[in-house]
């Protein structure tokens, strides 16, 4: 394939690029200082000159191990789109000193990221500290242009979806794991990006409408509290009649085969308190509304002495009419007790009235869920099929912000280093390649960064992996296979051929797959073992030769 | 005015409606539910029933005793714009039951605002737990679809600008107060949001370009630490000159003038060694491009040793051009330290050079700020000017949410009650007016709620306020003001006057001069005095009769 034909300047002809594009983001997603800079690069006649930037991340958050890298989508629609509108041109001047020279802003008018590539590890990758998660390279302007938003979009992205994969490891794969978090979360598209994020780290549905219609998510929501509050009783259902599943007739008083299935309950049950009469009204409502789809709310007054009671007249008057009642939610109280006794009620009416399967429905939990939580009900024991988790989840209130960082390696083919006096936030300098190194077990071992132009590791072969600054830590590793980690998703004018973007499915699978096949002793969530990330022997070497280049020398005062 | 001259089918013609428009907000922005309720209520008949809700929170964030209200245009201007599109409504029809009624999506699609009317305290204002912030009438299925909307645009607008206005509380009105948050925000629009509102909670400008287009916010920005790595030497800037201020003449080597700075610096400061010549190179092109605002970041490679000596040096050449320097910024190290390190050198120069005002040079401080290190640094003394706060501000790290509810409190003019084993979680029932009650020494003394119908406090005249829930906290309290605080912003058919949305400068300016307002015990850092909350005498034995009617009666086991 030619480079010409592969130009990033073409919209890909597979579509993918052309996907859901996120409104607010345009080139004045940015901070000022990436336009100021880019007109002092200018103004001296150095913006054209190639830099290389890697964005990585230096922690892993919520005191993890692991990390799942989401966001890079979003970072190629982005420079698929990059154009500044001459309105946005004309902000950027009012927002600059009026001394700036007229000619910068048709440069500014003619920019875009045709000259610019970007080698990502693919979305939905497990990813640790220091490896870069994107290199981007290009004339350094633009690709300062483009630090603010590639931030922006990785951080928050990253951060969530790491979050939804651990909330997914504390439940367990056989549970269902719903996001609830729309109404909680950072602004709309916080909770639009939440409920995105929070499918490719694993979890199973939504409640929020727009994330399912943009992303296809499956979608999930019944009923609230308000919605049982607001009857009174059964008198305000005026249409009773309810037509059989198979369409052989109608029922032409559900009501009353609600109110039937209740007194027996009750009988069976030997409580003869009323059981609450709005509750029933709203199950009875809501069940003629979705019968095939029947899943209360249950703690609106008195979960076992009301909610349940009231439930599952509701469900046996359906099951006469050849309909299967979903199952309850739960949003209070002690969960593991009450799932326990729900569980144990639902049993007994399978039971005492032979209905099969009644005892297996659903068991739903929500009210402020998060990894202690699924973590504390675990230890209990519990009868909870489904979780619904919100605003834990979706704000990452445990850790709310990732540090993401986009850091100059080299310009001009001359790497670049940061120092810094703490050694965590010195950055390892020179376009490199990055690997991931197989044990025998088939589980990750290392990754190891290389200079660009180093040979790759070999299968088989031993390789010598340094920690990138502390000189004792070093081991020999002979990888039984080697995963080059980054590919290139913007090819710029190299000619390289483009990853294509995979649909959101196939990033949610990457992302299941990858965190199975960890050791499970990086994975755990007490004191997990970190996962090693290292150099290269001459890598190391070169890193420790600019370092004293750089670094002044200090007085002992 | 008639009513339907007022009618809010029609724009306002002030215009401040139609404003800058998020387009993630659309009526799909909504839990899955919210459909779900409006179909069971279509289909029992019950959707225009006439429903009151309760926008409140529980809790004042970040262990402090007041909230700032913020929020409240977005979900004005979404009530403005409410209209599915026939995309959308097909998208709900996929998502519901396939058994759903067509005539439900006909109702949809003539769906709006139109019959529901918003009371609201004003944006910025200083707001405290249980007293709603939005009251919400209308048909109970319209009302529902607003909740989810309403609770995501008003949930972190209050966050952030509370987490403002504390940052600005332990700063001191005197500093400058950046927010620099865009690239660690939850997301794109979690970014332009905290801008947006951390304005309004007493910031002074932002780094967010977006932010700065959309709403008007002042910006600012310079140059990071990609900007010095980037250059190795003086050779690089290949245009030397600058033209003099006032356009007399035009310094045809301008390198050379910050050259024979430096080295006078050097002399007089008795510091012999080489400052960081990627760093002076740095500095002098971005003076070159911008001499009227030359504010440079001084701590890449050593801040005493060469960013400062750098600084001075240009800064020093510039001023013999007629340009005066605005600063320094420090991202890194002990920043009590260094600040007053900076400013004995900027001072010693002063002196030393006959510079009158260069000690005076702003000093910026930035990296990983929040509450606590600004109130760490005031501890400890410090010489910075202006603070650049990102991360821990935007997005709330200290408490990544805020627990604002949205309640049914009537549906055809029967109050509702939620109860709940948790005291602080029962809603508080009926349609509602609020005041807030002023003292002698003009503070806020007291909020009170009252049933719509009772006569309103009266200034001189004793009223007893009740604690909602707790029979012994009770006080009678003679204001000297009274101040009713939902007003009408949106008023459906009732005829009443519509509140104009005042420009995002007076909604800041109300908020600072609340926040003044207050009494100082309930705005301190350390235990602070929780502002009191009450219910009229009337409305607490209402509570009290509804509860005791609702409550199961409990067994002791």
Redesign the interface.
Known sequence: MEAKDNGPNQRPSNGTINGPT?????P??????????A???W????HQ?R?V?DLYFRKNPFGGEYTVFSGLEECIRFIANFKLTDD?ID??RQ???P??EDAFFDYLRGLDCSDVEVYAIPEGSVVFPKIPLLRVEGP?AVV?LL???F???I???SL?STNAARHRKVAGKSKTLLE?G?????????????SKYCYIGGFDAT????A??LFGIP?????????V????SLD????RSLRRKDGSSTCEDFVSLVQTWLSKIQLFNGVF?ET?QSELAAFT??A??????FLALVD???VM??GIPNFCAVALALGDLGYKAVGIRLD??DLAYLSYESRKFFCSIENEFGVPGFGKLIITASNDLNEETLDALNKQGHEVDAFGIG?YLV???A??????V???VE?NN?P?I?????VS?VSIPCKKRSYRLYGKEGYPLVDIMTGENEPPPKVGERILCRHPFQESKRAYVVPQQVEELLRCYWPGYSGKERETLPPLKEIRERCINQLEQMRPDHMRKLNPTPYKVSVSAKLYDFIHFLWLN?A??GELQ
């Open positions: 996120n409104p607010m983001v345009t004045l997603l940015n901070d000022l200082y990436q336009f100021t800079m007109y002092a690069y103004k001296a006649g150095k000159e830099a930037f946005e902000f950027v927002s600059l000193s001394a700036c350094i300062q630090e603010t938003p931030v922006n979009l951080n928050f992205a969530v609830f729309l109404r909680r979360a950072q602004g709309p598209d916080g909770g639009v990006g939440a409640s929020n409408v727009a399912g219609k979608l999930r929501g019944t009923h609230s509290h308000a919605f509050s607001s009857y009174m305000e259902i005026t249409d308190g609450n409502s809501y003629l509304a979705f019968p095939d789809n609106t007054y008195d002495r009301s209070s109280g605003t704000t990452c209130y850790q709310a912000a990732l540090g993401v986009f850091k100059l310009i001359q670049r940061k120092l810094s006096e703490d936030k750089e002044p020398v």
